[in-house]
């Protein structure tokens, strides 16, 4: 792609140590200085140009009796800044998020409530890139949303999972943080718990960094340290 360095980001307390990069399109746009402010102007033009109501909503249900089909979005960091390391080793950052149209599919069945959840994962009739599924059930992210979803509640909340994989693995897109969004916003709408989204993502947070914001999806500025 083509790449286009703007110099200084235009912040207040601007800061040389921090690097933002900005992907759009076909062209990477290097900012130095602060990040911050710089991404969030960024995303507000980009806001007002798609259209802040726009049709980008990325987690769809489809619901059936007592099934729920969910599309589990894969994401990219439009924008991206890490600044220098804190003491314990952390980085700042300040990303850009957005989800995309890749995504992993979710089919959840309600069971009788005395049995027992069981889990199939595999990869999607039409995955254009493979690689063995060899991780055990138990820290799959999404079962482990389940789980934590249901210690929230305090009772089991027994249910089949189909989960039919298109997004590679290890490649940054948040594919099983995709899943485990997917699953808590699948249970919840499966068992009408009627539990808040801001609920639903401090559950996320305990099981990972980018869940919370895979919860809602859309576009975001997601800051912190990773």
């Not at 059936?64 to 600044?83: C, D, E, T, Y």
């Not at 254009?128 to 009772?155: C, N, P």
């Not at 801001?198 to 960094?209: F, I, K, N, T």
Request: aromatic share 4%; glycine share 8%; proline share 6%.
């Amino acid at each position: 792609s083509s790449h286009q360095a703007l110099g200084d980001g235009g912040c207040p307390d601007d800061d040389p140590s921090y690097q933002t990069l900005v992907f759009l399109d076909s062209v990477t746009i290097e900012i130095e200085g602060c990040c911050a402010d710089d991404i969030r102007r960024i995303h507000m033009a980009w806001l007002l140009w798609v259209g802040a109501n726009s049709q980008h909503q990325p987690i769809l249900y489809e619901i059936m009796m007592r099934s729920i089909h969910i599309q589990a979005p894969a994401k990219i960091n439009a924008a991206l800044s890490v600044g220098p390391p804190t003491p314990d080793g952390m980085h700042p950052i300040c990303s850009w998020m957005l989800t995309i149209d890749l995504h992993d599919e979710m089919t959840l069945t309600a069971l009788e409530p005395d049995r027992l959840s069981r889990y199939a994962i595999m990869w999607h009739d039409d995955a254009l890139q493979r690689r063995e599924i060899d991780w055990s059930i138990t820290s799959d992210l999404a079962v482990r949303a389940h789980q934590s979803i249901e210690k929230h509640v305090g009772r089991p909340l027994p249910i089949q999972m189909k989960l039919e994989k298109r997004i590679p693995l290890g490649g940054g897109l948040g594919g099983g943080s995709s899943d485990a969004a997917a699953m808590l916003r699948g249970i919840n709408m499966l068992f009408d718990l009627s539990i808040q989204d801001d609920v639903l993502e401090r559950l996320a947070s305990e099981l990972g960094s980018d869940i919370p914001f895979l919860v809602r999806g859309g576009s975001a500025i997601v800051e912190g340290t990773g």
